[in-house]
């Protein structure tokens, strides 16, 4: 390997380490509880190490560190290489889309959409899913849904939007906080 290749190769383990720190810390979890409610499996001491880009993770367990957090595998490469000059995945600079507030929103508990079956919630678990890969939100507790993205749901669940919440609630999907209960 020419040095310039190794160079490269340390910049994407970085890259890539950066990349898994982030989704660990958006799942609020630490070293040690990784290691530790992974039956052991990721070690703080190597999750750490690749996280610092010290250590290379193979593909096999890249794909298994995503299944445990639940998250899809690219999402745990890095967005660009620009040494490559290879874009992965399409960038967007959040600072230059003007904020809008949006007109109704509804936070969907995704927990309680996990354990619904039929192919009713299974369209609505696969739409979330991209709708957390777009939003780069994999907290997978609960995922607000903004207007645009309810319309979508009302779609699925066959109803109009003014339809859409009242279903949503009916089957437990509309997270409540303790207050609200």
Known sequence: MEL???AHAEMYSRKVGDRLRAIRRQKRL?????EATSNQEFKASVLGAYERGERAISVPRLQRLAL???VP???LLPVDVPDFGVETR??????EVPARKPARSVTIDLARLEALSGPESEMLNRYLQMVQVQRQDFN???LTIRRDDLQAMAAILGT???GAVPRLNELGLCYQTPAQQ
């Open 140 to 142: 997978g507790r609960v």
């Open 4 to 6: 310039d290749e190794e």
């Open 90 to 95: 399409p960038t967007i600079d959040l600072t």
């Open 160 to 162: 109009v939007i003014e």
């Open 73 to 75: 595998i690219d999402q």
């Open 30 to 34: 630490s070293l040690q509880e990784v």
């Open 68 to 70: 445990f957090y639940n």
